[in-house]
């Protein structure tokens, strides 16, 4: 003997009035086979948490990026004191060319400076000390002639013009030898790079170290990753997440997830990008490509159901009611939802059994 039919489903027999009358739709149940019947699991409608999320494919970038390179040709390099992915500070040290010889030439022209400025020194003593000597002589003279005068005059006037040629002379060595000494300093700071802001190193050129440097020739990218963001161009979604809201997100990138906050922001002119700007540290690789999960509603402790027991039609939302064996159709409101749960907010109650598929 077989056993007893444990479900009834509606077989979607449906009588709608004729225009004119009230509009409501009868439903006539059908038995249905055992066979049919285990195509058929039921669930219960109760309380629950409720997360509506949407998912961006999204590249984690910084507004604000620096290609660093060396500005001679032909230097060795010798030492890169970071890699990929590290972070530095403004004004760090990043990598060097062989220095040597510009460091040679500099601390040879800075003697030379040091040198010319100490002549130029006694130049000026030894004219003062002759001009004085030249006036106690001739004011030593208990009576002074004519000619003494125009002697002293002449004195006064041989040891000021030939003193300030020697002078204009060295200041003259000193201008160039500084000229100099400013270009070799020039050159040095060429052969080293430093890093202009803080941030991220995104790029190292392979294979930089012991090569010969070419002037423009990227060796490092920085980026400030204080100014980063999430931008995608996958928008059709965008009006979901409102402008200057916080929201809480997870991206994946490989086999990793992040938490974060962000913020939608149009941070450059509207160039058919959704950008996402970080709320607080983010320590991810910049140029890493992942997705972004935007969590863009929650309700707590609500009335809801598995979504796959919901299903849609013309005239809205409606369930499979499992009520005294039978299976009857029931339109209902709803709220936030996502793939496994959706809110009930009107034709249920808690404790309700509705029909899903197996």
């Known amino acids: 003997m077989k ?9 979607g027999l449906v009588l709608m009035s004729s225009c004119g009358g009230k509009g409501e739709t009868e439903y006539v149940p059908e038995v249905v086979s055992e066979e049919e019947s285990d195509m058929i699991a039921t669930t219960v409608v109760g309380r ?7 998912r961006f494919k999204c590249k984690f970038t910084a507004l604000e990026t620096v290609d660093l390179s060396f500005g001679m040709d032909d230097g060795l390099i010798q030492d890169i004191t970071v890699k990929k992915g590290d972070y530095v500070e403004k004004g760090d040290l990043l990598a060097t060319v062989d220095l ?13 400076v040091k040198e010319l400025n100490l002549n130029l020194k006694q130049a000026k003593e030894n004219k003062d000390f002759e001009l004085e000597e030249a006036r106690i002589l001739y004011e030593g003279y208990t009576k002074k002639k004519s000619d003494d005068t125009k002697a ?11 003193y300030d040629i020697s002078i204009k002379t060295i200041e003259d060595e000193i201008f160039i030898a500084n000229e100099r000494l400013n270009k070799a300093r020039e050159d040095y700071n060429k052969g080293t790079i430093y890093a202009p802001i803080s941030g991220q190193i995104t790029y190292v050129m392979n294979g930089a170290a012991q090569s010969y440097s070419k002037t423009g020739q990227t060796i490092f990218t920085i ?14 979604n965008r009006d979901i997440v409102l402008d200057s809201v916080e ?20 941070p450059v002119e509207d160039d058919g990008k959704l950008y996402f700007a970080v709320t607080g540290e983010f320590d991810i690789p910049v140029d890493s490509d992942g ?4 969590e863009t509603a929650r309700r707590e402790n609500v009335l809801a159901v598995k979504t796959s027991a919901v299903h849609e039609s013309d005239r809205g939302p409606f369930v499979y009611l499992v009520k005294d064996g039978t299976l009857s159709m029931k339109y209902v409101e709803v709220g936030v939802k ?4 959706t809110e009930i907010t009107g034709g249920l109650q808690e404790g309700d059994l509705v029909a899903i598929k197996k």
Do not use: C, W
Request: hydrophobic share 40%; charged share 30%.
């Open 3 to 11: 056993k007893k039919l444990s479900v009834l489903l509606l077989a």
């Open 48 to 54: 629950m948490d409720v997360v509506a999320e949407e």
């Open 100 to 112: 040597k010889d510009a460091g040679d030439k500099i601390a040879s022209l800075e003697f030379k």
């Open 152 to 162: 002293y005059e002449k004195k006064i006037k041989s040891i000021t013009e030939n």
């Open 223 to 236: 980026s400030d990753t204080s100014k980063s963001y999430f931008v995608t161009d996958v928008i059709e």
């Open 247 to 266: 929201y809480p997100i997870q991206y994946h990138v490989m086999s990793t997830s992040y938490d974060a906050t962000v913020t939608r922001v149009n």
């Open 291 to 294: 997705v972004v999960t935007v």
């Open 338 to 341: 996502n793939d496994q749960v």
